[in-house]
């Protein structure tokens, strides 16, 4: 069955620090893995996304995540934190048809 | 740049009523969506659409729950008797494929069955 952890519901850096969101997975098969980003009162943003092509992932914004199939990991980082960053965080996990296994979502703050 | 417009933003509704929320994927797109979020809780999968019926579906997904997509750029999530729990933040999204392709989201509607 497919899952995905996401270890951290709340995660909080201060500004220009590194950001680390981790994300574990699990699949039968090679996923294809996605990082969403929700800010306040908004939709779901794609940051990047994990197709089976380059295992290291970059994003939009400075973000990006590595595919690590032995570690079963798709951690999200990001050198240099800004207080933009500041949202919500969803690792999902892509099946067929669309359908979407979400994380449970980690709350990044960022303090000035 | 194409988007997921999602109306309306809040509907408040009694228990019991019918509710209709309404999405316009992006013109291009073939493979509709529909998930929830109740609050503190994860997003989940509803429904997939593709090529005017569903091709799948979660157990959320039971007999009070329907789909349309009436004309060719609406898509509609039909609620027929609402209950407290549906209470709900509800995402429309798109893609262009159904595999491996990111899905574009709306921003959401937030259902509150009273």
């Known amino acids: 069955a497919q899952s995905v952890t996401q270890l951290d519901s709340h995660v909080s850096v201060s500004e220009g620090t590194p950001v680390l969101l981790r994300c574990n997975y699990s699949s039968s098969y090679s996923p294809s893995l996605f990082w969403y980003v929700q800010h306040p009162n908004k939709g779901l943003q794609l940051l990047l996304k994990?197709?089976?092509?380059?295992?290291l992932v970059k994003g939009i914004n400075g973000f990006e995540a590595e595919f690590k199939k032995s570690e079963t990991s798709f951690h999200l980082t990001k050198p240099s934190a800004h207080m933009s960053d500041a949202a919500e965080y969803f690792c999902v996990v892509g099946l067929g048809q669309g359908n979407l296994i979400f994380g449970k979502g980690t709350k990044l703050s960022v303090k000035p | 740049e194409p988007e997921v417009t999602q109306t309306p933003s809040h509907q408040v509704t009694q228990m019991g009523q019918e509710v209709i929320l309404r999405c316009v994927p992006i013109?291009?797109?073939?493979?509709f969506y529909w998930y929830r979020q109740i609050l503190g809780q994860k997003v989940e999968f509803l429904v997939s659409f593709y090529n005017n019926e569903i091709s799948e579906k979660s157990e959320i997904f039971d007999d009070q729950f329907s789909v349309e997509r009436p004309d060719g750029s609406n898509f509609t999530l039909k609620i027929r008797s609402t209950k407290l729990e549906d209470s709900a933040m509800y995402f429309c999204a798109s893609t262009s494929q159904g595999e491996r392709t990111e899905a574009f989201f709306g921003q959401g509607t937030r259902l509150t069955v009273v």
């Open positions: 994990y197709t089976s092509a380059a295992t």
């Open positions: 013109s291009n797109h073939l493979y």
